[in-house]
């Protein structure tokens, strides 16, 4: 296991990177970029080769970013270029980083992409987050986000026609019933978590608390509250940690959004808030601890929004079986004050840390996408002073759905939001729109067990 030593800081310039490299001996440096679907793709590079194209990064085809799930390409989209041109992934030594499970040094960078021109790939999702978060900065003010990703341990299933198993912990035993916030509970899956976080100390990742969560070896990890660029890159990362410790232990790591049929699915939950550039404070309370009606206008504008940049946050098919009255995830966008039923939440806090919960992202989001839209949403709301729907007080399930329930619907409602478009880039959503297409095309030609098993002699 690396030691403290060993782990990067986040480096300031090209020197002190060059130097960190060769003092650690670095055998290669994973050249790596987050697709639509918040899949690593990239190149692995020797040290000393990665050194001598850190100005002009590795090559990767343009069509990276048309790539389904399963890996076929939206080709027919009339963004991508149809010469199948290349763009340049230019590291961000700031996000250098150990990879702490291999046997020889390795390191890991996260890559913005340019086109040839040196302008940024606006349909990559680092650059739509980053655009969004300099139209914050051009306002004077900072967005900053603490992310919760909740995941299962599962056992090993190489057949993906039966049902996931709940993975056996130290106990000898399989966990069984919802036990949420289950301190032994949890300790029954010590030896994994641990791994987790020895994986993310060495890889500079700052987790701050776990708990287990409602459904057997169901477990979330918060991440500490900062810069969203830098939360969505730790929250990237954390996903490939999460799975490569797991398999140490002969467990599977899954953020998928319903990955049993009967248990709570998996969510990220993302808090936000809104602080001055010049001073820190907060926007959305006054000196004296009241609300401003900044923190009205946010949360109208997300209210008015999430809805119709669903697909975005919930970007599965299987992320729609989430979305269900009998689950524990919202199924509308009403907002309450310390009220875990609504879409919206204002936890209690104080006046510096008054946020925003958004509650309605599947773990299998896009954290690039996934933060970029929420305060996307936001933004609007405060730019067009869109004012919240009255707070609610009961369970929000009581009042219904007003959340696309499938994918399919969820794509039509983005395709026609011109505000959203102005925001995160008309290229990007037309983009990500082809991608999602195209799984859409792909999941419909499977028949499901339910089919044969209802359908076949009954029809």
């Given at each position: 296991?690396?030691?403290?030593?060993?782990?990067?800081?986040?480096?300031?310039?090209?020197?002190?990177?060059?130097?960190?490299?060769?003092?650690?001996?670095?055998?290669?440096?994973?050249?790596?970029?987050?697709?639509?679907?918040?899949?690593?793709?990239?190149?692995?590079?020797?040290?000393?080769?990665?050194?001598?194209?850190?100005?002009?990064?590795?090559?990767?085809?343009?069509f990276?970013?048309?790539?389904?799930?399963?890996?076929?390409?939206?080709?027919?989209?009339?963004?991508?270029?149809?010469?199948?041109?290349?763009?340049?992934?230019?590291?961000?030594?700031?996000?250098?980083?150990?990879?702490?499970?291999?046997?020889?040094?390795?390191?890991?960078?996260?890559?913005?992409?340019?086109?040839?021109?040196?302008?940024?790939?606006?349909?990559?999702?680092?650059?739509?987050?980053?655009h969004?978060?300099?139209?914050?900065?051009?306002?004077?003010?900072?967005?900053?986000?603490?992310?919760?990703?909740?995941?299962?341990?599962?056992?090993?299933?190489?057949?993906?026609?039966?049902?996931?198993?709940?993975?056996i912990?130290?106990?000898?035993?399989?966990?069984?019933?919802?036990?949420?916030?289950?301190?032994?509970?949890?300790?029954?899956?010590?030896?994994?978590v641990?791994?987790?976080?020895?994986?993310?100390?060495?890889?500079?990742?700052?987790?701050?608390?776990?708990?287990?969560?409602?459904?057997?070896?169901?477990?979330?990890?918060?991440?500490?509250?900062?810069?969203?660029i830098?939360?969505?890159?730790?929250?990237?990362?954390?996903?490939?940690?999460?799975?490569?410790?797991?398999?140490?232990?002969?467990?599977?790591?899954?953020?998928?959004?319903?990955?049993?049929?009967?248990?709570?699915?998996s969510?990220?939950?993302?808090?936000?808030?809104?602080?001055?550039?010049?001073?820190?404070?907060?926007?959305?309370?006054?000196?004296?601890?009241?609300?401003?009606?900044?923190?009205?206008?946010?949360?109208?504008?997300?209210?008015?929004?999430?809805?119709?940049?669903?697909?975005?946050?919930?970007?599965?098919?299987?992320?729609?079986?989430r979305?269900?009255?009998?689950?524990?995830?919202?199924?509308?966008?009403?907002?309450?004050?310390?009220?875990?039923?609504?879409?919206?939440?204002?936890?209690?806090?104080?006046?510096?840390?008054?946020?925003?919960?958004?509650?309605?992202?599947?773990?299998?989001?896009?954290?690039?996408?996934?933060?970029?839209?929420?305060?996307?949403?936001?933004l609007?709301g405060?730019?067009?002073?869109?004012?919240?729907?009255?707070?609610?007080?009961?369970?929000?399930?009581?009042?219904?759905?007003?959340?696309?329930?499938?994918?399919?619907?969820?794509?039509?409602?983005?395709?026609?939001?011109?505000?959203?478009?102005?925001?995160?880039?008309?290229?990007?959503?037309?983009?990500?729109?082809?991608?999602?297409?195209?799984?859409?095309?792909?999941?419909?030609?499977?028949?499901?067990?339910?089919?044969?098993?209802?359908?076949?002699?009954?029809?």
């Amino acid at each position: 296991m690396p030691t403290s030593s060993d782990v990067a800081p986040r480096f300031s310039n090209q020197a002190d990177a060059i130097h960190w490299l060769r003092d650690r001996r670095i055998t290669e440096v994973e050249c790596i970029i987050p697709d639509m679907n918040g899949i690593m793709r990239g190149k692995i590079v020797p040290r000393e080769d990665f050194i001598r194209i850190i100005d002009a990064g590795v090559r990767l085809p343009e069509f990276v970013f048309f790539q389904a799930v399963t890996g076929d390409s939206a080709v027919e989209s009339k963004i991508v270029n149809p010469l199948d041109r290349d763009i340049r992934c230019l590291p961000d030594l700031t996000t250098l980083r150990l990879v702490p499970w291999y046997d020889e040094p390795t390191a890991q960078v996260i890559c913005d992409c340019h086109f040839a021109d040196g302008r940024l790939v606006d349909f990559a999702p680092r650059s739509v987050l980053r655009h969004v978060v300099e139209l914050y900065a051009a306002r004077g003010i900072r967005p900053v986000v603490a992310p919760e990703v909740e995941f299962y341990l599962t056992g090993q299933n190489d057949d993906p026609d039966l049902p996931l198993e709940v993975p056996i912990g130290l106990s000898g035993r399989k966990e069984s019933g919802s036990q949420a916030y289950g301190i032994e509970h949890a300790n029954d899956y010590d030896h994994v978590v641990n791994q987790m976080y020895d994986y993310c100390e060495a890889s500079r990742i700052e987790i701050a608390t776990m708990a287990h969560e409602a459904g057997p070896a169901q477990l979330e990890m918060n991440f500490r509250h900062g810069d969203p660029i830098e939360l969505a890159d730790q929250t990237f990362l954390f996903k490939r940690t999460a799975r490569l410790a797991a398999r140490k232990f002969g467990m599977v790591a899954t953020f998928m959004a319903m990955p049993h049929q009967e248990m709570p699915g998996s969510a990220t939950h993302i808090h936000q808030s809104v602080v001055r550039a010049d001073d820190g404070s907060n926007i959305f309370s006054n000196s004296d601890g009241t609300d401003t009606d900044k923190l009205g206008h946010y949360i109208g504008g997300l209210q008015r929004y999430v809805p119709k940049s669903m697909s975005l946050f919930c970007p599965n098919v299987n992320s729609y079986r989430r979305i269900r009255l009998e689950s524990d995830a919202p199924i509308n966008v009403h907002w309450g004050r310390d009220n875990r039923t609504c879409g919206l939440r204002v936890p209690d806090s104080g006046p510096e840390s008054r946020r925003v919960e958004n509650r309605v992202i599947g773990a299998d989001s896009n954290p690039y996408i996934a933060m970029a839209t929420t305060l996307a949403c936001g933004l609007i709301g405060l730019e067009d002073k869109v004012e919240p729907d009255e707070v609610v007080t009961v369970d929000a399930k009581t009042l219904g759905v007003t959340l696309p329930l499938h994918l399919s619907d969820a794509l039509i409602e983005l395709g026609e939001c011109e505000r959203l478009k102005t925001v995160l880039g008309s290229r990007f959503v037309e983009a990500y729109i082809d991608v999602k297409q195209l799984e859409l095309r792909l999941y419909n030609r499977v028949i499901s067990s339910w089919e044969r098993e209802y359908l076949l002699l009954n029809v």
